[in-house]
């Protein structure tokens, strides 16, 4: 919502069209105050989403039938739509009939979040990006994604994902011994998020090293928390989990460990990696997360893996863990300096270069 609210301060007259206040699978609420938000009217279908990682999860198709009407009624200059789907095809219908309008379509995407989407939206996505003027992608990876439906170089443009990182700012960057080599996950207990093969990773890397004592704390919920909670462990490994806490609540978390755990087996961004930074602790993360690919360079801000590759996710999380004090502090202060400029203003900044270029 900070970045919304920052797009709105920059324009006369900024109106959000949404299809629900919260999908069913998330429990946070929506903080829109300040914003002219509508909620759509709207047929929500729910299907299962099958990936070729092996996972499968709800998956939420909206239909918000009264697009265009709202469309026709509010007569935008400029429309940004996400999803890519029905939504967008009635957007685009709308700036058919408008064709003074221009059309942005922001692809929340990476190569690995839109495997097993289904043949419909693999038939319909090229046609719905060869009519935009526009597409914004959050990294390399989406681009990648949108450059093989066919869009012109020239009209693909990086909006990358943020948080308001002046709340993990503040964190003291010193950890005492103990802390430093503390694991953290921050996210839904489902099996996309991959904690199940990362776990049996870190089970063998501690029978390996029975004279380290490690802890993993785990924040969130889900469906997997049971089956997490029942697994056999080594004495000196522990697992804390702190269930789901209220985002005021995470920074006192982040400072309380010393390196951010981030095994998704598909994610088309991870917030997680911004925090973890701004909070200045290094990521051990999944390159199936396009922040990771984005923002953390290995051994200096963190360590990259392939979550389907178990002796890949290994070695990482051995040379987390075999990196030595002075040299974490170290990663610390460079994890924070390579996000500080990554604020809502800079990326609004680059929302505005895809708004200009069409109008």
Do not use: C
Request: glycine letters at 6%; aromatic letters at 10%; hydrophobic letters at 45%.
């Amino acid at each position: 919502m900070p970045l919304y609210k920052a797009v709105a301060d920059r324009v006369m007259d900024f109106q959000m069209l949404i299809s629900t206040p919260m999908e069913p699978n998330r429990k946070w609420d929506p903080d829109w105050e300040g914003l002219n938000v509508t909620v759509q009217r709207n047929i929500t279908l729910k299907r299962s989403w099958r990936h070729p990682q092996g996972f499968s999860e709800p998956l939420y198709v909206h239909i918000p039938y009264d697009t265009i009407w709202l469309l026709r009624k509010l007569r935008p200059e400029v429309i940004i739509s996400g999803e890519m789907g029905l939504r967008t095809l009635q957007a685009l219908a709308y700036h058919k009939l408008a064709p003074k309008s221009k059309l942005i379509l922001w692809a929340m995407v990476s190569e690995h979040s839109e495997q097993g989407r289904g043949w419909l939206r693999e038939r319909l996505r090229p046609w719905l990006v060869s009519q935009a003027d526009a597409v914004m992608v959050n990294g390399k990876s989406g681009a990648r994604y949108v450059r093989q439906l066919g869009i012109a170089e020239e009209k693909i443009f990086l909006v990358t994902k943020t948080i308001d990182i002046s709340l993990f700012a503040s964190i003291p960057l010193d950890r005492d011994p103990h802390l430093a080599y503390r694991l953290l996950s921050v996210g839904q207990l489902v099996p996309r998020k991959g904690l199940e093969p990362f776990l049996s990773v870190l089970v063998r890397w501690v029978k390996a090293h029975p004279e380290r004592n490690l802890e993993f704390w785990i924040v969130g919920d889900g469906p997997l928390r049971k089956t997490l909670e029942r697994q056999v462990l080594p004495e000196n490994l522990t697992l804390r989990f702190l269930g789901s806490l209220p985002y005021a609540k995470l920074p006192e978390i982040y400072a309380q460990a010393g390196i951010k755990v981030f095994p998704t087996l598909a994610d088309e961004w991870g917030m997680v990696t911004n925090e973890a930074m701004a909070a200045g602790l290094p990521v051990l993360g999944s390159l199936y997360g396009q922040s990771v690919e984005e923002l953390v360079v290995d051994g200096v801000t963190g360590w990259a893996f392939r979550p389907d590759d178990a002796e890949e996710m290994y070695s990482a999380l051995d040379r987390a863990l075999s990196t030595p004090i002075e040299v974490l502090a170290q990663m610390r202060r460079e994890a924070r300096n390579a996000i500080s400029h990554l604020t809502i203003d800079f990326v609004a900044d680059h929302l505005f270069e895809a708004i200009r270029y069409v109008s």
